[in-house]
């Protein structure tokens, strides 16, 4: 087992978003995770990422506990993330977005930054050329000079995933990567996904609403409603779950879509 | 030939009239000022490198030293500038890059001010033994130069570390509240042992010896006054301070360091998740700012030859941070400009127009466009426009965030770095 969670539990005063949620990802796996809004999805990728501290549980990731580590010292250990809203940098280039997520890749001193040593030659070097591949990669190369703030919507929501992956993550968390997509546009980001879980060999945990590009992209899906885990499974499993289809419908959908399909 | 062809031709020659001016007519102090917006516009227009480097060469080590010896408040408000430029860039990195707002800043300039001012002079006396001080100017300044440095940097740790991790408002309000209490404490630890002198403030503080200024000036042939040699020193003095500073600055905005700041000031959140230390970058910042306040401390207090609480105030925070506003945050250029502008504002042109005034009043003179009829003698005295600096001042302010909210030189993120080094060389 890749990333564990165990009974992680997240309260906001009398409302209890997270509530005693356990999932086993495994290496490699697409794993999404779905919910009616509200569910509590955000707050679990929140509660994985160190933004929020669970109030308890565990999580362990490649064996070692993450859970209460800072979100810096999380991402250093390979768990890099999109965000729902688009976090970007805006008044930095889209060569600077994802130079940032190198920071931690370089490790050059304040003062040989303050005198130019070839220590900060070298690594500056390094990590610009690998943040020009990744920008090539994701086709931005014409791009990078331009502010983030500057770019087309979609074109941000693609540069969150190459800031993160500039992370060089091993886990990596898209939180609703499709929202505000057409279908067609939907399509390609699902193949595109698929495709960097390859070249960048990713385990891939995905919070979306476009069923379609959950259930054809997804290995496992687990269920959210009210902070809880009402299913786990694969696709299918998960669409003919009576529970899901309540969850998301209302109890009185139940016969009308058991009876459709 | 193209634009940037003529402009490179073109910009020594407005540089040599500029100073030209400056030089027949050294005493209008206020000619300063197209010099200094030559020389500004100089880093901000497409320019062959020979043409920039050569032309604000010629000023700083040329123009300025000349004119200056021919009236030396001209080294008085470029020392001026320089040292508010100073301030300016070190709370440039805090509050334009870093996002982090600092209302206490002057403390930090008065902790590189008393640092010199105790040991440089004879109250280092009062609570240790022996009669050491003052200690010399030489080789003792330099040092306590570097030791402002540390001690303002370290001092920028201490309060760092608690305060930031607030944000905002909250920051604002501790900062301001801590470099409160530097100068309270400036001001009141002159019992049970005299550190600091009170109110009554420490002098004289020793200078650095000017001998070898004169020596080298004897040689060629000049004879120089020793009030002059010492002008000319701290102006060499700020202007390499102030130089080192910018090309500091300059390297760390372009480094992980700088680019930690700014991710910081544009989403926390999104910043730590890309592995950036949130508070150890933050008080980096905090550290960095504050030793470049230090070493102007120092250098302050050697050249007023007088510390008091008095010039640590407030208003001093409030100055510089309007300057850094006035610049446009996180720009360099505009750190610059914006100390440029306000010290000059305030040191120079609003005494003029009060000048003016009173020239006009006192002759009588009388406007007349047809329309409207003005005797200037009726002008009440009221109306001196040194007195309403602060009015004026914030006029500009409200001015500026209607207008021109980025600042007068916005920041921009460099360009032509990615080109260097597609090309292979690092820049």
């Keep these: 087992m890749s990333l564990v969670i165990r009974d992680i539990t997240k309260r906001f005063g009398g409302l209890v978003a997270v509530d005693g949620v356990n999932l086993e990802v495994q290496r490699g796996e697409i794993f999404s995770v779905i919910g009616p809004n509200g569910a509590g999805k955000t707050s679990l990728f929140n509660v994985l990422t160190g933004v929020y501290r669970p109030d308890c549980g565990t999580i362990t990731w490649e064996g070692r506990r993450i859970s209460r580590l ?78 983030a703030r500057n ?43 698929r495709t960097i879980r390859d070249d960048f060999s990713l385990t891939i945990l995905l919070i979306e609403h476009h069923m379609n590009m959950v259930m054809s992209l997804s290995d496992r899906v687990a269920v959210l409603d009210y902070g809880r885990k009402i299913a786990e499974g694969q696709p299918a499993e998960i669409r003919r779950n009576p529970a899901v289809i309540e969850a998301y419908l209302g109890a009185s959908a139940i016969g009308a879509v058991t009876t459709d399909a | 030939m193209n634009r940037a062809s003529v402009q490179s031709f073109l910009y020594p020659l407005l540089t040599l009239a500029s100073v030209g001016l400056l030089w027949i007519f050294p005493d209008t102090t206020i000619l300063l000022v197209p010099v200094l917006g030559i020389l500004f516009a100089g880093t901000l227009i497409r320019l062959h490198r020979w043409s920039r480097w050569s032309s604000m060469a010629f000023v700083l080590l040329i123009g ?25 860039l070190g709370l440039n990195i805090v509050v334009g890059m870093a996002g982090l707002l ?85 001001n009141n630890l002159d019992h049970p042992v005299n550190i600091t002198n009170g109110p009554k403030g420490i002098s004289p503080v020793e200078r650095p010896p000017v001998d070898w200024i004169l020596a080298i000036t004897d040689r060629l042939g000049l004879t120089l006054q020793t009030n002059h040699a010492v002008a000319l020193f701290f102006y060499g003095l700020v202007l390499v301070v102030m130089l080192a500073i910018v090309l500091i600055n300059r390297r760390l905005d372009r480094s992980r360091f700088g680019r930690a ?89 609003l005494k003029s127009l009060s000048e003016g005034l009173n020239h006009l009043r006192q002759t009588g003179f009388v406007l007349d466009l047809g329309f409207i009829k003005y005797n200037f003698a009726n002008l009440s005295s009221q109306l001196e426009p040194a007195k309403y ?23 921009t993120r460099h360009k032509l770095e990615l080109e260097a080094r597609r090309k292979g060389k690092a820049s």
């Design chain 1, 151 to 193: 770019l087309p919507y979609g074109d941000q929501r693609r540069l969150e995933i190459a800031r993160a992956l500039a992370l060089e993550p091993r886990l990596l968390l898209l939180d609703e990567p499709a929202a505000g997509m057409n279908p067609k546009e939907t399509d390609v980001l699902r193949d595109f996904i």
């Design chain 2, 389 to 411: 600096e602060r009015m004026i001042f914030g006029l500009i302010m409200v001015l500026m965030m209607i207008f021109r909210p980025a600042g007068l030189i916005p920041e």
């Design chain 2, 261 to 349: 700041w700014v991710a910081i000031r544009e989403d926390e959140i999104a910043a730590r998740s890309m592995g950036i230390p949130l508070l150890r970058t933050k008080v980096l910042a905090f550290a960095t700012g504050a030793a470049f306040s230090g070493v102007m401390g120092a250098i302050f207090s050697a050249k007023q030859l007088f510390v008091s609480p008095e010039s640590f105030t407030l208003l001093q925070s409030i100055t510089i941070l309007a300057m850094v506003i006035l610049g446009g945050m996180g720009s360099i250029q505009g750190a610059l400009l914006g100390a440029a502008a306000v010290t000059l504002l305030n040191i120079e042109v």
């Design chain 2, 102 to 186: 600092d209302l206490g800043y002057a403390a930090f300039f008065a902790i590189g001010a008393y640092t010199w001012a105790i040991f440089g002079s004879p109250q280092a006396n009062q609570f240790i033994e022996g009669g050491h001080f003052p200690l010399p100017g030489w080789p003792y300044f330099y040092l306590f130069m570097a030791l402002a440095v540390i001690t303002a940097a370290l001092v920028g740790v201490l309060i760092g570390l608690p305060a930031l991790r607030l944000r905002g408002d909250y920051l604002a309000i501790v900062t301001l509240g801590l470099g409160e209490v530097v100068r309270v404490l400036a």
């Design chain 1, 70 to 147: 800072a979100p810096e010292s999380i991402a250093r250990r390979g768990v890099a993330r999109t965000f729902q809203n688009i976090r970007l940098f805006g008044a930095m280039t889209v060569f600077e977005n994802v130079l940032v997520a190198q920071h931690s890749h370089a490790s050059y001193s304040y003062l040989d930054a303050m005198f130019r040593t070839r220590r900060f030659h070298r690594q500056e070097h390094r990590i610009a050329r690998k943040v020009m591949d990744l920008l090539d990669y994701f086709g931005f190369a014409e791009k990078a000079e331009e502010l």
């Design chain 2, 64 to 88: 300025i030293p000349v004119a200056g010896l021919e009236n030396s408040f001209l080294f008085e408000l470029f020392i001026q500038i320089g040292i508010y430029a100073a301030l300016a």
